[in-house]
T-cell receptor
Framework: QQQVKQSPQSLIVQKGGISIINCAYE??????FPWYQQFPGKGPALLIA?????SEKKEGRFTISFNKSAKQFSLHIMDSQPGDSATYFC?????????????FGTGTRLLVSP | GAGVSQSPSNKVTEKGKDVELRCDPI?????LYWYRQSLGQGLEFLIY????????KSGLPSDRFSAERTGGSVSTLTIQRTQQEDSAVYLC???????????FGPGTRLTVL
């Protein structure tokens, strides 16, 4: 059961442009929404995360927008750079048995052209 | 400091063979997780260890999969009688405590011929 749907599957953006990746979730019990960045041959690394009590969180060029009523959240990468080329995963979790069990989207492969 | 390490980085095996994948978490991290990343798919939770508590095995896809964590540190994921559909990247992660940021290792790419 796909509980977190992510789109697009791939994305090409010119250097300096805005990259936007969208995710939608089904389970209203989710209370933590992280984004991970993964480079080839590496494990995912936490990029930015948000909890549902805020609608937006910004860290540098990365912003999460969160729409609780629509059960959607998105990652915006401003002034995209070639070094941002990677695969991005959204995730959602709720605390089960003492830990946050993460459910991941299927990933978006971002290519930022020079 | 050192991050999460996994070995081997690549493993090619024949269908029906057993494989063992190893994870060394960050020192002092009490929580350890295994995930599977199949081509074109997101990460799929497999199993979670916290200290000396009984593991959460709810994500293991079949009884061919098992994992243990010795001494609250190193963990081994074992797949018995491997099948071609087991081909994937197996990722290990650890966190200082449950519900804290998870730090991932580079993964083991398993190919079952």
């Amino acid at each position: 059961q796909q509980q977190v749907k992510q789109s697009p599957q791939s994305l090409i953006v010119q250097k300096g442009g805005i990259s936007i990746i969208n995710c939608a979730y089904e389970n209203t019990a989710f209370d933590y929404f992280p984004w991970y960045q993964q480079f080839p041959g590496k494990g995912p690394a936490l990029l930015i995360a948000i909890r549902p009590d805020v609608s937006e969180k910004k860290e540098g060029r990365f912003t999460i927008s969160f729409n609780k009523s629509a059960k959607q959240f998105s990652l915006h990468i401003m002034d995209s750079q070639p070094g941002d080329s990677a695969t991005y995963f959204c995730a959602a979790s709720r605390r089960i048995s003492g830990f946050q069990k993460l459910v991941f989207g299927t990933g978006t492969r971002l290519l930022v052209s020079p | 400091g050192a991050g999460v390490s996994q070995s081997p980085s690549n493993k090619v095996t024949e269908k029906g063979k057993d494989v063992e994948l190893r994870c060394d978490p960050i020192s002092g991290h009490t929580a350890l997780y295994w995930y599977r990343q199949s081509l074109g798919q997101g990460l799929e939770f497999l199993i979670y260890f916290q200290g000396n508590s009984a593991p959460d095995k709810s994500g293991l896809p079949s009884d061919r999969f098992s994992a243990e964590r010795t001494g609250g540190s190193v963990s081994t994921l074992t797949i018995q009688r491997t099948q071609q559909e087991d081909s994937a990247v197996y990722l290990c992660a650890s966190s200082l405590q449950p519900a804290r940021e998870e730090f991932f290792g580079p993964g083991t790419r398993l190919t079952v011929l």
